[in-house]
């Protein structure tokens, strides 16, 4: 299955903000040298991946793919936004994501477009049919009501 797998990034480069490593702020498609570097490596790439399909890691991945969409800079169709980052800070949303619905969700986190990115790869990818708005009774830890995958 890796060899299914293209891994990339927005931005080639390293990029640092006041010395510490970008997170997405200023945003790159405002920022004219990070905007550049966006459409001088990444929009080529696409373009060089037709039939590639790309999963943004995170909401600010996808708010930038969302920007590159509405431009006609990459088909909408090939974007399957709602996945997490795999990122250690924060497992406990990897592990919500992966099925583990039992614990509580953590006040900081909507489930929402989690479980709407889970859905949509599902149905998708693996032809995973699932109810929709079909909620489970419990709650989080913020209230949260958890919608079923």
Known sequence: MSSLVQTTSLLRFPVFNAGHEYGGNPDMTRTPLLRR???EHFVREVEQLPN???LPLGPKVAKVLATLVREGLLDGNR???GLLHPSGNCTYRINYLLSDRQGAIPHATNPTPYDEGRRSFRERYLGIQAVRDAVQP?????GA???AA
Do not use: S, T
């Open 37 to 39: 570097y966006l459409q």
């Open 52 to 54: 590639a399909v790309f």
């Open 79 to 81: 974007v399957e936004a």
């Open 138 to 142: 419990d709650r989080g830890a913020g």
């Open 145 to 147: 009501q958890r919608p």
